[in-house]
């Protein structure tokens, strides 16, 4: 027997989640398809709510995204309509973000998605055991956090 077939096949939480967040996102952009645009629809709501108050560094904090893949998004939303730049008159160097008409009319009905989608997901799910997932998912954000702080890495490298 070989030492490949001795080596059990584990997934990983990981792909369990990208699974689960594809599939969500493939739902909602089907049910979006009316608003041209298919992916940043988290993003869009997040510049609504704080329209004109958020830098891009501001978002990409709250994204938990580089910088990089901020301007990427903002480049696609103010492509498509969403969103305009503005400079800051507090501090030139920054750009605040501002939605337009056509992001305050899709942005409700983008909310209202996510609702809907949210309760379909959740069907036969109790609340308390929607709470447990979602206590579940923090703390292994916060173990995943810790564990790329401490001497595990230095193992596999070995």
């Keep these: ?91 030139r160097r920054q750009h605040l973000l501002v939605v337009t008409d056509k992001a305050k009319k899709a942005v409700p009905l983008i909310i209202a998605e996510f609702e809907r989608m949210n309760r379909s997901a959740a069907k036969g799910i109790s609340v308390s055991e929607m709470e447990i997932f979602e206590n579940v998912l923090g703390k292994m954000k916060m173990n995943l956090s810790e564990f790329r702080n401490t001497e595990n890495r230095k193992i596999l490298s070995k």
């Design 1 to 91: 027997m070989s030492l490949l077939m001795k080596v059990k096949l584990i997934e990983p939480v990981s792909r369990k989640l990208i699974v689960l967040g594809k599939a969500y996102l493939d739902v909602l952009s089907s049910h979006m398809e009316h608003l041209d645009m298919d992916k940043y629809y988290y993003a869009l709501t997040v510049i609504y709510h704080h329209d004109g108050g958020l830098t891009q560094n501001a978002l990409a904090g709250i994204l938990g995204k580089d910088k990089s893949v901020i301007v990427k998004i903002i480049d696609t939303l103010a492509g498509k309509g969403f969103v305009n730049r503005q400079k800051n008159p507090a501090d």
